[in-house]
């Protein structure tokens, strides 16, 4: 029954999982269609990438047994954030095209490290705990991304740029991998999914009490533009 259990909620996690990757698709067609990054941050999206590929990895049978599950949607996410980060880097100005495309070198050669250290140096619970550590520490800043716009939404009182379905995704997502790690006894996947499924909660909580403010600004001198989803304040660099 257990056994079960472990599977459903890791099935339950891909399912959730992919639709939290594919949630970007509407900001990426509008890149595409107006052939710019306009106030949108890459920072997201590479930083995703990373956690995908150290998840994916610690997710393999000889680096962490009976987690495949784990591989299986963090290999597919990783695919996705490739596609959202080549795509910002053809769409970005020169200065930001050559932020992005430096910190995906450096986000890759820290994937590489991780890599060769683990198969080079360690064996056993060593790789399974070197791996883990790696996976859980940038899963935890890809769940903290949205904590920004958080802090907007309580500032401006609305929610028009904290769309339900991502905040949704963000808890269904964080809640199902936090009880596959708990029944699973694997601190590494029920620790970061645990903060998740906290911090959708949180973003839920704040839906309900401003979604009647959705689409007004209340905040004197803040504009549309840096209320978006991964977005930057031109003005202030």
């Not at 987690?67 to 596609?83: D, K, M, Q, S, Y």
């Not at 970005?92 to 683990?118: D, T």
């Not at 401006?156 to 808890?171: A, G, I, N, Q």
């Amino acid at each position: 029954m257990v056994n079960v259990l472990h599977t459903v909620f890791g099935v339950l996690g891909n399912a959730f999982g992919l639709f939290l990757f594919l949630a970007p698709t509407i900001t990426f067609k509008r890149i595409v269609i107006k052939r710019s990054t306009e106030q949108f941050s890459g920072i997201p999206y590479v930083m995703t990438l990373l956690n995908c590929l150290l998840s994916a990895w610690y997710g393999l049978p000889f680096v962490s047994p009976n987690n495949i599950l784990v591989t299986i949607i963090n290999g597919a996410g990783a695919g996705i954030e490739t596609i959202y980060v080549l795509i910002f880097i053809l769409f970005a100005p020169k200065r930001e095209k050559a932020k992005i495309s430096g910190l995906l070198a450096l986000i890759l050669s820290v994937f590489g490290a991780v890599v060769l250290i683990s198969m080079l140096a360690l064996h056993g619970n060593g790789r399974k705990l070197f791996c883990g550590s790696a996976a859980t520490i940038f899963s935890i800043i890809m769940y903290a991304s949205p904590l920004s716009i958080m802090r907007m939404v309580i500032k401006t009182k609305s929610v028009e740029y904290m769309p339900f379905f991502l905040s949704l995704f963000v808890f269904l997502c964080g809640t199902s991998w936090f009880i596959y790690g708990l029944i699973g006894r694997d601190p590494f996947l029920a620790i970061p999914n645990g903060f998740g499924c906290g911090l959708g909660t949180m973003q839920l909580i704040l839906y309900a009490i401003y979604r009647k403010n959705k689409g007004e600004i209340t905040h004197k001198g803040v504009t549309d533009e840096s209320l978006e989803m991964g977005t930057k304040n031109q003005e202030n660099n």
